[in-house]
């Protein structure tokens, strides 16, 4: 087998990016587009000239290999059940799941069925995290003891046309964009051992600033302001701020400190942006950016240049399919990752330190050439039409 045919199950925001940039990687050929809502399926079929298929329909069809399930956070583990049982590989957005018990048993009839099991993000395979990796593996900055994140925002009411799941149970700024912080450390330091956290909300409801839909209220039914604490196995202690009440900030997004420097990384949500690196009694001097397929920028958002090769994990995925081995975006991690998500929302409920039960190993390193082999031709990808904007979430 050298190439797999995907179905699309989730026709919303994220289906476009995931359309536009497929095309970029070997061995994935998207062939059908399903959703609940069958007319937004025929609409981006029409657009990206694919099949239009109802879920039920796309699952029993023999034709597809494997279900991307792009559905909004709370059918992610149905969804991915149902293509499981059917026989089809997943690859599911982010979060992976909503439960570590959901995780745990997708992962066992996985298992059972000799099907491969992937998760968003694979953001953390950018060409400026991926350098941020090499420079820790080489000792650039020594042993790390520590790092802060921070990921704040008005919310996301402003700009979405219904916001309302990011605001209940399943949704929060953990959830929706703590995956991309919290891969990016576990590929950068390793697993997490414990945590700890502070966690509230700003307002019990939201006014949706969009059309169709805007000066309408939303109740709030999830955590919009979190301040958390994660020791790793290591030792590394991170701090980390998530928050959909602050208006502004001047807070990094990603800071590594070791005993020999300190490594500012750009937002985990995105594959590039720079480096910037100060050794024991330098300052801070931006790094030059080694020569990464990922660290291309191919799209603008808001007219500034971004980095965005999502579907690289699912083409890691499609490769090990196809050839065998493992894959960078596997289900491990993914269920790692959950677990740290919602330990730091029970740890803030319960004001006490919370003990991770999984592990996971830190995912190999993805190195210019590595990537480069994912590619069907290592180029930006060409536009059709304007540049897609860039959004955190479905």
Not at 26 to 35: C, E
Not at 59 to 80: E, F, G, K, R
């Amino acid at each position: 087998m050298d190439k797999l045919n995907i179905g699309i199950i989730g026709a919303g925001n994220i289906s476009a990016t995931y359309f536009e940039l497929s095309p970029l990687f070997k061995r994935l050929n998207i062939t059908s587009v399903a959703d609940l809502n069958l007319p937004l399926a025929r609409k981006a079929a029409e657009a990206w000239q694919v099949i239009a298929q109802t879920p039920e329909d796309m699952l029993a069809d023999p034709s597809i290999d494997l279900i991307v399930n792009l559905t909004v956070p709370a059918a992610h583990y149905p969804v991915s059940k149902a293509a499981l049982l059917a026989g089809k590989h997943v690859y599911s957005e982010k979060p992976f799941v909503l439960s570590l018990a959901e995780g745990q048993e997708l992962a066992e009839i996985a298992s059972a069925k000799g099907l491969r099991l992937g998760s968003a993000p694979d953001t953390f395979l950018g060409g400026s995290h991926q350098q941020a990796r090499a420079l820790i593996d080489a000792g650039a900055i020594g042993r790390v003891h520590s790092a802060t994140a921070h990921v704040m925002s008005p919310g996301m009411e402003h700009w979405h046309p219904n916001p309302d799941f990011f605001f209940l149970p399943g949704g929060g700024p953990i959830l929706d964009l703590g995956p991309y912080y919290i891969t990016n450390f576990v590929s950068l330091l390793g697993p997490v051992a414990r945590v700890t956290a502070l966690t509230g909300m700003a307002s019990t409801e939201r006014v949706i600033g969009s059309e169709p839909r805007a000066g309408e209220r939303i109740p709030v039914k999830t955590p919009t302001t979190i301040h958390a604490l994660l020791q790793f196995a290591s030792g590394a202690m991170v701090t980390m701020g998530a928050s959909w009440d602050v208006h502004g900030h001047k807070h990094g997004n990603m800071e590594i400190y070791g005993s020999e420097g300190s490594l500012i990384l750009p937002d985990p949500n995105f594959f590039g942006g720079s480096l910037e690196l100060a050794k024991r009694g330098e300052k801070l001097a931006e790094v030059q950016m080694w020569d990464h397929p990922f660290a291309i920028p191919n799209q603008s958002q808001n007219g500034t240049p971004r980095a965005n090769y999502r579907a690289a994990g699912l083409a890691d995925m499609a490769r090990a399919i196809c050839e065998g081995g493992d894959f960078l975006c596997d289900q491990s991690r993914a269920l790692h990752v959950i677990e740290v998500m919602t330990a730091i929302l029970q740890a803030g409920e319960s004001g006490s330190w919370v003990t991770l039960t999984t592990t996971c190993d830190r995912p190999a390193a993805l190195d210019p050439e590595a990537a480069r082999e994912l590619l069907v031709q290592d180029q930006a990808v060409p536009h059709r039409g304007k540049p897609l904007a860039i959004h955190a979430s479905e």
